[in-house]
């Protein structure tokens, strides 16, 4: 069972995300998220096992929004096929990408780390909803 820890936005570009306890998914991305309709990839997603794993080889804690994640979900497998859908609350979300495009620059990170270029998941609004922390996310595996 997949559950979403946290849902982050940012007032503007390259600030820390903050976490919300209350979302609403709209065409465009996330409600209040500096990066709202300015990008095919509306909402970013880091999974929790990747953040943990992360923090054991930094040697310290990543507090959730730190990476410019939208998202935080613990329970997700490592692929997820681009074309998947999540179910968060009562939105519906594509899986898009897998991390930035080959040269494509990152310009924010955390104590110089980064993991959205690498094993972040960009995602696309499909159906509007709402969604806090603690939902049960539901995973349908696009077909290959």
């Known amino acids: 069972m997949a559950i979403l820890r946290a849902l982050c936005v940012s007032d503007e570009r390259c600030n820390v995300k903050v976490p919300l306890k209350f979302g609403r998914f709209l065409f465009g991305g996330l409600k209040g998220d500096a990066h709202f309709g300015f990008s095919d990839r509306e909402v970013s997603l880091l999974r929790e096992e990747d953040v943990k794993e992360a923090e054991r080889e930094a040697g310290f804690e990543f507090p959730v929004g730190c990476l410019a994640e939208n998202l935080t979900v613990a329970g997700l497998p490592e692929e997820i096929p681009l074309g998947s859908i999540l179910q968060i609350g009562t939105a519906r979300l594509e899986v898009i990408e897998k991390g930035k495009r080959p040269g494509e620059p990152h310009s924010y990170g955390y104590r110089g780390w980064c993991l959205l270029p690498k094993v972040g998941y960009f995602l696309k609004v499909v159906q509007q ?7 049960e996310v539901f995973l349908e595996i696009a077909s290959t």
């Open 129 to 135: 909803g709402e969604a806090s922390p603690g939902d």
